[in-house]
């Protein structure tokens, strides 16, 4: 079953902040989150490993909370080019490389 | 570095008509991936290949089959295609698991 996102849609002005959540029914290892912008393919923008450890975005950062088997991704002093479609992804069986995406939540960002 | 590469970008079929979807990447990873996205929808996983010699079910492979041709290629084959199939498809390579998927430019296919 597929990780559900929330909101499934937002729409900012520049400058503002947003939060994407991303919650699964199944024990997350490990948490991917990718931008898609239209027309295009999805793109990389952060990994959260268990334990804590992140990589990925200068911009934008992301918690990773293993009990509650959801992350959350936070875009601060959101830009134009923030605008697309962001996924979580996650690896669903551990031991296996089944790797599945979240439901996906567009975002636009207006001048 | 080319990285993943699909072909054709575009694709126009009849009910019933066969084609296959080429894919390659040049980034010697070991797993690689087929997704369909519908318009205005998310990624659904169709197959996957952990490794060169082994292909696994993902979440929608009705109507499809997949070939490892080796470590650089995973070719996505529709038999019969239907209008149900009409989507755009996405191959990825990762390598190891746990880093990021590097997605292929797409490959929009029409099934009338």
């Known amino acids: 079953q597929q990780p559900v996102q929330s909101p499934q849609a937002v729409i900012l002005r520049e400058g503002e902040d947003a939060v994407i959540n991303c919650s699964s029914s199944?024990?997350?290892?490990?948490v991917h989150w990718y931008r898609q912008k239209h027309g295009e393919a999805p793109v990389f923008l952060m990994i959260?490993?268990?334990?804590?450890e992140q990589k990925g975005h200068e911009k934008i950062s992301a918690s990773f909370n293993e009990k509650k088997q959801q992350s959350s991704l936070y875009l601060t002093a959101s830009q134009l080019s923030y605008s697309g479609t962001y996924f979580c992804?996650?690896?669903?069986?551990?031991?296996?490389?089944?790797?599945?995406f979240g439901t996906g939540t567009r975002l636009k960002v207006l001048a | 570095n080319a990285g993943v590469t699909q072909t054709p970008k575009f694709q126009v079929l009849k009910t019933g008509q066969s084609m296959t979807l080429q894919c390659a990447q040049d980034?010697?990873?070991?797993?690689m991936y087929w997704y369909r996205q519908d318009p205005g929808m998310g990624l659904r996983l169709i197959y996957y290949?952990?490794?060169?010699?082994?292909?696994d079910k993902g979440e929608v492979p009705n109507g499809y089959n997949v070939s490892r041709l080796n470590k650089r290629e995973f070719s996505l084959r529709l038999e019969s295609a239907a209008p149900s199939q009409t989507s755009v498809y996405f191959c990825a390579s990762t390598q190891p698991i746990y880093n990021e998927q590097f997605f292929g430019p797409g490959t929009r296919l029409t099934v009338l």
């Open positions: 980034m010697n990873h070991n797993s």
């Open positions: 290949s952990a490794s060169e010699g082994t292909t």
């Open positions: 959260l490993l268990k334990g804590g």
């Open positions: 992804g996650t690896v669903q069986d551990p031991g296996t490389y089944k790797y599945i």
């Open positions: 199944k024990a997350l290892y490990s």
